[in-house]
């Protein structure tokens, strides 16, 4: 496999990805984007690449086969789609897109021909993740009865403050759900089933004088097999607890904090450690960008979409955009 990359957007998460292409072996970044001076600078003297201050130019003047989006959400979709009708293969961070109509642009486009492209939501990749969802789909554990996760999270004024399209409906699309939550909501569905509907809240409970958005937010889930979920997620914890996802099959329990545990009813416990990650990204990212990233590339030359496609990002974004209806019914134009 050899193939040339570019990153747009060089903020914060581009970090992990400008490390796994330096990593994959016949890869080569060949430019960079980002409409901040300062930071286009840093990553042109970092990376020692063109940098461009829009996706247009760097498209034309360079040309690359594959492009990482990392930039705010509100630019997701639209970047996407550029690339992809120029045939550039794409990876983009989460979420599909701030709004459901640009989500679904992003579906069409990603329809329409014959460019990959990939969402990152890369805890699917997770060793623990992995365990789940094959212990779940083997059937071994028998029917899968209900489900519950939290998000147990702490985000600063000050976090908002550096980056204030994060605090913002235009910006971000929503907040804690959009932003944080997004990977556990994503988990959920995809380990215990197609979400067929969703009762809900979300609030802001901690961070009203600094966003516009929720810091808070509950659900709960009714799955197409039956099984029934409950969330909860908060950015007013005190710090950034592990994640919990747990799920309740007919001969198991499986409790996800961390590592995985695996009750069976017969007494037996069953342990699957979750990988360690030497990356110089934020722990809460999680470990398995990487390994999404250099699925996406051996993949290039497969005639299928990826796996993690536009249309499968596109389930947790209307489970989030469903609870923030119910919530927010007075701003239907900011929320959808």
């Known amino acids: 496999m050899s193939a040339t990359a570019a990153v747009i957007g060089c903020g914060d998460v581009s970090a992990v990805h400008f490390e796994a292409v330096a990593k994959l072996d016949g890869a080569e970044l060949v430019a960079v984007c980002d409409s901040d001076p300062q930071r286009l600078a840093a990553a042109v003297a970092v990376h020692g690449v063109p940098g461009f201050a829009d996706h247009l130019s760097l498209l034309e003047a360079v040309r690359p086969d594959v492009v990482h989006i990392c930039t705010p959400h509100d630019q997701h979709a639209s970047v996407a789609a550029d690339c992809l009708e120029r045939g550039v293969h794409v990876i983009v961070e989460k979420p599909l897109a701030h709004t459901l109509a640009e989500g679904r642009r992003l579906v069409e486009a990603a329809s329409a021909g014959s460019t990959k492209i990939a969402v990152c939501f890369q805890n699917r990749y997770n060793a623990t993740s992995q365990a789940m969802h094959g212990l779940l789909q083997s059937g071994e554990l028998g029917a899968v009865v209900g489900a519950s996760a939290t998000v147990m999270w702490q985000r600063s004024a000050q976090y908002y403050l550096d980056r204030p399209w994060r605090g913002t409906w235009a910006?971000?699309?929503?907040?804690?759900?959009?932003?944080?939550?997004?990977?556990?909501?994503?988990?959920?569905?995809?380990?215990?089933?197609?979400?067929?509907?969703?009762?809900?809240?979300?609030?802001?409970?901690?961070?009203?004088?600094?966003?516009?958005?929720?810091?808070?937010?509950?659900?709960?889930?009714?799955?197409?097999?039956?099984?029934?979920?409950?969330?909860?997620?908060t950015l007013a914890n005190a710090f950034n607890a592990p994640v919990t996802l747990e799920v309740v099959t007919e001969k198991a329990v499986l409790s996800l904090r961390g590592d995985l545990t695996v009750a069976h009813g017969d007494g037996r416990v069953d342990v699957v450690p979750e990988r360690r990650s030497d990356s110089g990204g934020r722990s809460y990212w999680g470990v398995s960008h990487e390994l999404l990233i250099n699925d996406f590339y051996a993949r290039l030359d497969e005639p299928e979409p990826f796996w993690i496609s536009p249309a499968e990002a596109d389930k947790s974004l209307r489970i989030i955009k469903d609870v923030y209806r119910q919530s927010y019914p007075e701003a239907a134009d900011l929320v959808s």
């Open 171 to 233: 910006g971000g699309g929503g907040g804690l759900m959009m932003n944080q939550a997004i990977h556990t909501v994503d988990l959920l569905q995809w380990l215990v089933g197609d979400v067929v509907a969703v009762t809900g809240n979300a609030s802001t409970r901690f961070l009203g004088g600094t966003i516009e958005v929720e810091d808070t937010a509950e659900f709960v889930a009714e799955h197409a097999n039956g099984a029934r979920s409950a969330f909860y997620a």
